[in-house]
């Protein structure tokens, strides 16, 4: 590539964006033009800076990490993201593949991976360290495993499932299948103990994970 990519630094340390700022020097295409302390200054800096790529920590004050990054992704889908963090949950690795961030790798890391990161984001590949790809398959298949594990439900017990979704209550579910309030329980109790949920909100994220429920 023969024009230069623009990339800004998030992180609220300014140690860590001091060395990044120093091994990213190493590849003379990229040109650091900004940095910031949060994620409201990054979301501040955006409309009057030229960005090209991202490179952002998740846990910075003010706005949580990954509302940043889907933030990011919706708002500025032209500028790729790469994501640099102490952080190898499962669920939170899953949440930033999902909102389709470009890379993922971990601070402790070293120099060679985020200069090979940076490569591959900005000629248009991904880079998720090898640690972070591991972590999100084991919990998807973790997740396949409990729900391969669950009975079916029935076509009542979806109905009920569905309502409940619409936070209807026992009463009102009843009226509305015209079956009794009892009925009606019965069926919570069988979806919880084939969902394997404890809480109406167990519910309705089981719904959500299988694709009953759209958010």
């Given at each position: 590539?023969?024009?230069?990519?623009?990339?800004?630094?998030?992180?609220?340390?300014?140690?860590?964006?001091?060395?990044?700022?120093?091994?990213?020097?190493?590849?003379?295409?990229?040109?650091?033009?900004?940095?910031?302390?949060?994620?409201?200054?990054?979301?501040?800096?955006?409309?009057?800076?030229?960005?090209?790529?991202?490179?952002?920590?998740?846990?910075?004050?003010?706005?949580?990490?990954?509302?940043?990054?889907?933030?990011?992704?919706?708002?500025?889908?032209?500028?790729?993201?790469?994501?640099?963090?102490?952080?190898?949950?499962?669920?939170?690795i899953s949440e930033?593949?999902?909102?389709?961030a470009e890379g993922?790798?971990?601070?402790?890391?070293?120099?060679?991976?985020?200069?090979?990161?940076?490569?591959?984001?900005?000629?248009?590949?991904?880079?998720?360290?090898?640690?972070?790809?591991?972590?999100?398959?084991?919990?998807?298949?973790?997740?396949?495993?409990?729900?391969?594990?669950?009975?079916?439900?029935?076509?009542?017990?979806?109905?009920?499932?569905?309502?409940?979704?619409?936070?209807?209550?026992?009463?009102?579910?009843?009226?509305?299948?015209?079956?009794?309030?009892?009925?009606?329980?019965?069926?919570?109790?069988?979806?919880?103990?084939?969902?394997?949920?404890?809480?109406?909100?167990?519910?309705?994220?089981?719904?959500?994970?299988?694709?009953?429920?759209?958010?």
């Amino acid at each position: 590539m023969s024009s230069k990519t623009n990339v800004l630094l998030a992180d609220d340390h300014q140690l860590f964006l001091d060395g990044l700022n120093l091994i990213l020097k190493q590849n003379r295409q990229l040109n650091i033009v900004a940095e910031a302390a949060s994620g409201g200054e990054v979301l501040e800096l955006l409309p009057n800076t030229a960005v090209d790529l991202i490179i952002t920590d998740l846990g910075m004050p003010g706005m949580k990490g990954i509302d940043l990054v889907k933030l990011l992704k919706a708002q500025y889908p032209h500028i790729k993201l790469i994501v640099v963090t102490m952080h190898h949950e499962p669920e939170i690795i899953s949440e930033i593949m999902y909102a389709e961030a470009e890379g993922y790798i971990l601070k402790s890391s070293g120099k060679n991976t985020i200069l090979q990161a940076v490569e591959n984001v900005i000629n248009g590949k991904t880079h998720y360290d090898e640690e972070v790809t591991k972590l999100f398959i084991e919990n998807v298949k973790q997740e396949k495993k409990i729900t391969s594990a669950l009975k079916p439900l029935t076509a009542r017990e979806l109905e009920v499932l569905q309502l409940i979704t619409e936070e209807m209550t026992s009463k009102e579910i009843a009226e509305k299948l015209f079956i009794s309030k009892q009925t009606v329980d019965t069926h919570r109790l069988n979806l919880m103990q084939k969902t394997g949920a404890h809480t109406t909100i167990g519910l309705i994220k089981y719904a959500i994970r299988m694709g009953l429920l759209s958010i």
